[in-house]
Each structure stands twice: as structure tokens, then as C-alpha cells.
């Protein structure tokens, strides 16, 4: 496990740090605080605090301590990709109000996260989410179903 955590933490921070310089770049958008490169650059703050968290989680771990476990470790990884895949299938047909709290609380159980905290960030996330976007950059999420009552 410390040399998979070591190369995805090292290929997160190298995807971060283009993303970061890239984003530089992105021009001011007129009548709004934030510019277009807002966004990608909080991104790219996100995705380098993984990357150097992963790199020094590797080199903490003692020796041997990632021995493959079969399914306890696999699982989590596929309920994610299988989020993602059903985001994007779903989220214009449904809504992002809907399936994303959906999506987040299916992480959070096969994350081993309690309930009370799974439902608590899973709603609380969306709804944060939602706002940043719609009210913060303007850009709005799909409606889905909801649209005929917003």
C-alpha cells in the first residue's frame, strides 16, 4: 500500500500543480468577484493537500502494513466509481438536489461513516454545494424533476 499511495499521491500533487499554474491564466470574468480560474484553482488547492497527505501517509506506514485485505479494501473504491458513474448518469435526469445526497451517502456507508454523520454531511454537503454554485459563481446544477417547482 506505501507504494500505491506514493504514486497516486505523487500523480494527484503533479495533476495539481498544472491544474494550479493553468488556472492562472483564466481570465476575469466581467461583473463577478470571482474569475473563471476560482474554481480550478480551489481544485487544485484540493487536489495538492490529497496528493502530499497520500505522499506522507506512505512514508509514515511501517513496512508490510498494507497487506491486501480482498473485498474490505476494494469495496470502498468501487462504490466511488460507481457514484460517479451514476452522477453522471442520473443527474440531469434527476436532479443534482437529488442524486447527490444519494451518491454522498452511499460513499460515506461504504466508507464505514455512522449514519447520523453519513445523512448530516450528505445533505448538509448538497446543500452547501448547491449554494456555492447557484448563488456564489452562478452556475446552476441540474434541476431535474425539481425544476417545476423552483
Same mark, same amino acid.
Given at each position: 500500500m506505501q507504494s500505491v499511495d506514493r504514486g497516486v499521491g505523487l500523480g494527484l500533487t503533479l495533476l495539481a500543480l498544472v491544474v494550479l499554474f493553468t @488556472? !492562472? @491564466?483564466?481570465p476575469d470574468v466581467p461583473g463577478q468577484k470571482l474569475g @473563471? +480560474?476560482? *474554481? %480550478?484553482? =480551489?481544485v487544485g488547492a484540493? =487536489? =495538492?493537500l490529497c496528493g502530499l497527505a497520500l505522499v506522507a501517509r506512505s512514508r509514515r506506514a511501517p513496512a508490510g502494513s498494507g497487506a491486501a485485505r480482498g473485498v474490505e479494501?476494494? *469495496? %470502498?473504491? *468501487?462504490v466511488v466509481m460507481a457514484a460517479v458513474a451514476a452522477y453522471i448518469t442520473l443527474a440531469? !435526469?434527476?436532479g443534482f438536489l437529488i442524486v @447527490? %445526497?444519494?451518491v454522498l451517502l452511499a460513499v460515506f456507508k461504504a466508507l464505514r &461513516? +455512522?449514519?447520523r454523520a453519513a445523512l448530516l454531511w450528505a445533505v448538509g454537503g448538497t446543500l452547501v454545494v448547491? &449554494?456555492?454554485f447557484y448563488k456564489l459563481l452562478r452556475v446552476p446544477l441540474p434541476w431535474g424533476v425539481l425544476r417545476p417547482f423552483y
Amino acid at each position: 500500500m506505501q507504494s500505491v499511495d506514493r504514486g497516486v499521491g505523487l500523480g494527484l500533487t503533479l495533476l495539481a500543480l498544472v491544474v494550479l499554474f493553468t @488556472a !492562472r @491564466a483564466f481570465p476575469d470574468v466581467p461583473g463577478q468577484k470571482l474569475g @473563471a +480560474g476560482f *474554481l %480550478p484553482m =480551489l481544485v487544485g488547492a484540493g =487536489l =495538492l493537500l490529497c496528493g502530499l497527505a497520500l505522499v506522507a501517509r506512505s512514508r509514515r506506514a511501517p513496512a508490510g502494513s498494507g497487506a491486501a485485505r480482498g473485498v474490505e479494501q476494494v *469495496l %470502498p473504491a *468501487l462504490v466511488v466509481m460507481a457514484a460517479v458513474a451514476a452522477y453522471i448518469t442520473l443527474a440531469e !435526469r434527476l436532479g443534482f438536489l437529488i442524486v @447527490a %445526497p444519494l451518491v454522498l451517502l452511499a460513499v460515506f456507508k461504504a466508507l464505514r &461513516v +455512522g449514519w447520523r454523520a453519513a445523512l448530516l454531511w450528505a445533505v448538509g454537503g448538497t446543500l452547501v454545494v448547491h &449554494v456555492v454554485f447557484y448563488k456564489l459563481l452562478r452556475v446552476p446544477l441540474p434541476w431535474g424533476v425539481l425544476r417545476p417547482f423552483y
